[in-house]
């Protein structure tokens, strides 16, 4: 029974996402929208539907739907899989929750709780600060830079990116070291009188994970934000509205999906990071993704792995719903 509504729970999740898809559209009633194979002919609508389909369910829904059974059952060498002890078990979740049990006393798994916690609260604020530092930037870009300062700027804005990703947690690691250029350069300048650990204060992770995941921020925003007619904001202006009540009563509504898209991306990659807090962390600092890879890869556990891998994923599904509900946009307009 257990297994059937393992297997079964991923395609209820899509047929779910698929009727609230469905329900957008007769909400949207637009007549002179034209549906996907009428955009696209029957031969590209049919090849687009089975390649997609074929990698979703190839590389995400099996995988998901492994990992997920996976969670259920116990560590065994690989010779008892599948016989007598393979049962299916919740001996992975309540391992989270209550860790290591030692007789017959029941504590709370503290270390790993309060890794996803954080996790989860570290990433929502790395999500809110990447809006912040984003929004405006996006609006420049939209709205007021010319032709060709825009592709001065998007260059300048992807170029870095080229880079790999540990290669620029390395450079950040070096430069807001003890004795980094940015430590040098506030020490030569008279700011501080001694080095600032910005790495064992957990400055350098929230810095790097902002920086990583700038675009992912960017690129919705700016998206959403161009497409608002600039007599809009002229009218606003006209009618004596300042800049701020321009932007959260005129901009933002309109920009509703870019943000919701944009916090969700953002959010979920930084809650399933792994080589900015590696590399960026400080001594004290507790990630939950690390975690996670070392039930992989050091206890050799991979079905408690694949459950701790799995609460990490409701969290983010939650969190998206959450965003849905708060922004008051759907599935199709997030993914648009």
């Not at 992912?216 to 998206?223: K, S, V």
């Not at 606003?236 to 300042?242: E, F, I, K, S, Y």
Request: aromatic content about 16%.
């Amino acid at each position: 029974m257990l297994k059937t509504i393992i297997i079964l729970l991923p395609f209820v999740l899509i047929a779910v996402f698929w009727a609230m898809a469905a329900r957008e559209r007769r909400l949207a009633n637009d007549p002179s929208r034209k549906s996907f194979f009428e955009r696209n002919g029957a031969v590209i609508s049919t090849y687009l539907l089975v390649a997609v389909g074929f990698w979703a369910i190839m590389m995400i829904v099996l995988p998901q739907l492994y990992m997920v059974d996976y969670s259920f059952h116990p560590k065994l060498p690989p010779s008892e899989r599948g016989g007598p002890k393979d049962v299916y078990t919740l001996a992975n979740y309540k391992f989270f929750l209550f860790g290591p049990q030692i007789g017959n006393e029941v504590t709370w798994n503290t270390t790993h709780i309060r890794a996803f916690f954080l996790t989860i609260g570290a990433s929502m604020f790395v999500t809110f600060v990447n809006f912040c530092l984003c929004y405006p930037l996006a609006f420049y870009l939209a709205q007021v830079a010319t032709a060709q300062r825009l592709r001065l700027l998007m260059m300048a804005l992807i170029v870095p990116f080229w880079v790999n990703e540990i290669l620029r947690a390395f450079a950040l690691r070096i430069m807001l070291g003890t004795s980094g250029l940015i430590n040098n350069a506030l020490i030569a300048l008279g700011v501080i009188g001694e080095p600032i650990d910005f790495l064992g204060l957990d400055i350098g992770l929230y810095v790097g994970l902002s920086y990583a995941y700038l675009l992912m921020m960017i690129f919705p925003l700016y998206n959403a934000i161009e497409s608002l007619d600039k007599n809009q904001i002229e009218a606003a202006r006209d009618l004596g509205a300042p800049w701020w009540h321009i932007h959260l009563f005129v901009v933002m509504p309109f920009a509703k999906p870019g943000i919701a898209s944009g916090c969700t991306m953002v959010f979920m990659l930084s809650a399933g990071a792994l080589a900015a807090p590696l590399f960026l962390g400080g001594p004290n600092s507790l990630w939950f993704t690390p975690i996670v890879y070392d039930r992989f890869f050091q206890a050799f556990n991979w079905p408690q792995g694949a459950a701790y891998a799995f609460i990490l994923l409701l969290a983010c599904i939650f969190f998206v719903l959450a965003v849905m509900k708060v922004f008051k946009v759907g599935l199709g307009e997030i993914t648009r």
